[in-house]
Antibody, heavy 126, light 107 residues
Framework: QVQLQESGPRLVKPSQTLSLTCTVSGGSVNTGDCFWTWIRQHPGKGLEWIGSVYHSGDTNYNPSLNTRVTLSVDTSNNQVSLKLTSVTAADTAVYFC??????????????????WGQGTMVTVSS | DIQMTQSPSSLYASVGDRVTITCRASQNINKYLNWYQQKPGKAPKLLIYAASHLQSGVPSRFTGSGSGTDFTLTISSLQPEDFATYSCQQSYSNFRSFGQGTKVEIK
């Protein structure tokens, strides 16, 4: 059973880069079966899709974050990473990684985030 | 990008009540609509995919319906463990997006 675990600094200073890692266990990150996705949730707010990355390195980003976000896959460590540059207090949130299945049975389940990490709270403050 | 709008943003209900939450897409998304349940401090859990298909292990009191732009999530008889926040998400576009969530609270 695939499991996801986010890790990284809990506190980031304004204007710096937020860097998080999602470690995939019980499966390989180097698979064409899914997108690997980052989602965040501001305190007391709804879920916001940040973007997704395919094992090939192809990416899709939320247009509102497109200029500041980079997602990548590290096949040697079986990890997916998120980098968000020039952070402000508005980037304070819980960050989740999730699996977005593409090749799945039944096919109708495509695009439904079926596996999530527990999430990690990141605070942007000096 | 596709905007998802849920209503209401919150509701109060009692155990045994029938609860309905709606989700509207800014464009036709066919049946590419998924529902999640989230409890405080936890990751969301997939309840329903493709508008009406129950995820394995989810109780049958949860049903989803709709297509095109308008969708509903119904809980037929609210149980104590159902008090949570529910979110819809479209998977029509590779640029995924969520509704803002509906919090179901105890009356």
């Amino acid at each position: 059973q695939v499991q996801l675990q986010e890790s990284g600094p809990r506190l980031v200073k304004p204007s710096q880069t937020l860097s998080l890692t999602c470690t995939v266990s019980g499966g390989s990150v180097n698979t064409g079966d899914c997108f690997w996705t980052w989602i965040r949730q501001h305190p007391g707010k709804g879920l916001e899709w940040i973007g997704s990355v395919y094992h090939s390195g192809d990416t899709n980003y939320n247009p509102s974050l497109n200029t500041r976000v980079t997602l990548s896959v590290d096949t040697s460590n079986n990890q997916v990473s998120l980098k968000l540059t020039s952070v402000t207090a508005a980037d304070t949130a819980v960050y989740f990684c999730a699996r977005d299945p593409l090749l799945v049975v039944p096919a109708a389940r495509r695009g439904a985030f079926d596996i999530w990490g527990q999430g990690t709270m990141v605070t942007v403050s000096s | 990008d596709i905007q998802m709008t849920q209503s209401p943003s919150s509701l109060y209900a009692s155990v045994g009540d029938r609860v309905t939450i709606t989700c509207r897409a800014s464009q036709n998304i066919n049946k590419y609509l998924n529902w999640y349940q989230q409890k405080p401090g936890k990751a969301p859990k997939l309840l329903i995919y493709a508008a009406s298909h129950l995820q394995s292990g989810v109780p049958s009191r949860f049903t989803g319906s709709g297509s095109g732009t308008d969708f509903t999530l119904t809980i037929s008889s609210l149980q104590p463990e159902d008090f949570a926040t529910y979110s819809c998400q479209q998977s029509y576009s590779n640029f995924r997006s969520f509704g803002q969530g509906t919090k179901v609270e105890i009356k």
